[in-house]
């Protein structure tokens, strides 16, 4: 009987790296499954990565079931077996990596500060979205995370990947955040742990550390419903002479 081949997770173990070589294992209409591979696949609400597999271009990466999915412009030219350069678009993937960890930190605040949960979010290039639930909507308290999120940011500190077996990870009281979406059921969870502040069961991307995020950027507060609120962000440079020039033309 055929063993269900599973790609590795490249983009897991390095995220950091930018090309890769691999194997085909099939290719699926559109698509090309890979033994290994940097993509990381849209899922959680986080956008994929692109870029170029050989000379064609990687449209999107996808999820289904174990198998992760490059689309591709001309899947005709790749066989099974084919050996394949791997190419990551790398701005987009670090400005998505940026983003989710600067939802992290959101949602770490919006849960300590005022008990509240993360019911959905939108991690993507040009701005993020990210929904919870509060009853009262006080843009001062949202604005009063934000800058608290940025001084974080400025502190610096680290993020760290980690396995953990699922039982020890559920009796973390802080693990997970997500009010909806429970840790799949899988024998060991994967966590994301920005030291000293905050701890989740994730299979995301993020950068290894706060600083390298810049500064989150409040774009505008939305009422979704008697106690859901969403709110957009974007990221800016941490340059401090730049924060300066924008203080002077107010
Ligand atoms: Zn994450």
Request: aromatic share 6%.
């Amino acid at each position: 009987m055929e063993r269900l081949s599973i790609t590795r997770k490249l983009y897991w173990e390095e995220p950091y790296s930018k090309e890769f070589v691999a194997k085909v294992s099939s290719v699926e209409g559109q698509a090309v499954v890979l033994d290994q591979t940097l993509f990381y696949p849209r899922g959680g609400g986080v956008a994929c990565d692109t870029g170029t597999l050989n000379a064609s271009k990687v449209q999107e990466t996808t999820k289904a079931d174990d198998k992760i999915l490059h689309t591709i412009e001309s899947p005709a030219s790749l066989k099974p077996g084919d050996k394949v350069k791997g190419l990551v678009d790398w701005e987009r993937r670090h400005r998505l990596m940026k983003m989710h960890t600067a939802g992290h930190l959101l949602s770490s605040l919006f849960y300590t500060r005022a008990n509240c949960r993360i019911t959905g979010n939108q991690i993507d290039v040009d701005r993020s979205r990210m929904d919870f639930n509060l009853e009262s909507f006080d843009r001062t308290q949202i604005e009063g995370y934000v800058t608290e999120a940025n001084e974080l940011i400025r502190r610096d500190a680290p993020v760290k990947t980690y396995f953990l077996k699922r039982e020890e990870a559920l009796k973390l009281p802080d693990m997970v955040k997500l009010a909806e979406a429970a840790p799949p059921a899988e024998a060991q969870l994967r966590i994301v742990e920005i030291e000293g502040v905050d701890r989740q069961a994730d299979g995301g991307l993020h950068v290894s550390h706060l600083k390298e995020i810049g500064q989150i950027q409040l774009l505008k507060l939305e009422n979704k419903g008697k106690t859901n609120r969403r709110l957009y962000y974007d990221l800016r440079s941490a340059n401090p002479n730049r924060a300066a020039d924008s203080l002077l033309q107010c």
